[in-house]
Structures are given as structure tokens and as C-alpha cells.
Nanobody
Framework: QVQFVESGGGLVQPGGSLRPSCAAS????????MYWYRQAPKNERELVAL?????STNYADSVKGRFTISRDTNTLYLQMNSLKPEDTAVHYC????????????WGQGNRVPVSW
């Protein structure tokens, strides 16, 4: 099963940008889908962005126009611009290797506080 190591989190001011990444233990470019989730304090984990094996992307309404998901051979990225305090969360990546497969085990996540 693929494993992930997230990095690139950290404190950022409102209006700022950050680009966390997620290194996979396998080549991911052919995976059925790659996903970024986030979990804000006291909230459930939510899907914020996805990219398919064909490169199609989709975003949660709350981040559309501000976040961009991308990938290379074995790393997933999330460019986050115009960050808001309500974006404060722990960000996680995950994947479906094939259609009908299960999500992989969760990594440790990237903590991204957005605050002055």
C-alpha cells in the first residue's frame, strides 16, 4: 500500500501563500485519484481538492480560485494562495490507486495555522 509523508506546513499570515507537498512511496502519476483533505479544529476531515489520472481537477467551493492541486511523478502539491484564518487546519493527502480500491493509511498531516 502506498504511504505518504506530508511536508511544507507552517504558520502563515492572512493573505499569504503556502505550498505543502506530499511525497509518496510509489509513482503516483497513474493513480486513479489523488486527494488533499483538511481537518480544522473541532471539525471533521473534508476533501478540498482532487486530481485524476488524466489530470482533471476539482475543488471544494471554499477554496476554488485560491488553491491549486498538482502532481509530478511521486509528489502531490497544493498551492494555497490568499489564505484566510478559516483555512487553519491540518492538511492530509491520500489516494485511490485504482477505481474501487480503498484510501491509503493517513499520514501525519501538515499543520497550517493562518493567523497574525
Amino acid at each position: 500500500q502506498v504511504q505518504f509523508v506530508e511536508s511544507g506546513g507552517g504558520l502563515v499570515q492572512p493573505g499569504g501563500s503556502l505550498r505543502p507537498s506530499c511525497a509518496a512511496s510509489k509513482i503516483i502519476s497513474s493513480f486513479f485519484g489523488m486527494y488533499w483533505y483538511r481537518q480544522a479544529p473541532k471539525n471533521e476531515r473534508e476533501l478540498v481538492a482532487l486530481i485524476t489520472s488524466r489530470g482533471s481537477t476539482n475543488y471544494a467551493d471554499s477554496v476554488k480560485g485560491r488553491f491549486t492541486i498538482s502532481r509530478d511523478t511521486n509528489t502531490l502539491y497544493l498551492q494555497m494562495n490568499s489564505l484566510k484564518p478559516e483555512d487553519t487546519a491540518v492538511h492530509y493527502c491520500n489516494a485511490l490507486e485504482r477505481a474501487g480500491s480503498r484510501l491509503a493509511s493517513w499520514g501525519q498531516g501538515n499543520r497550517v495555522p493562518v493567523s497574525w
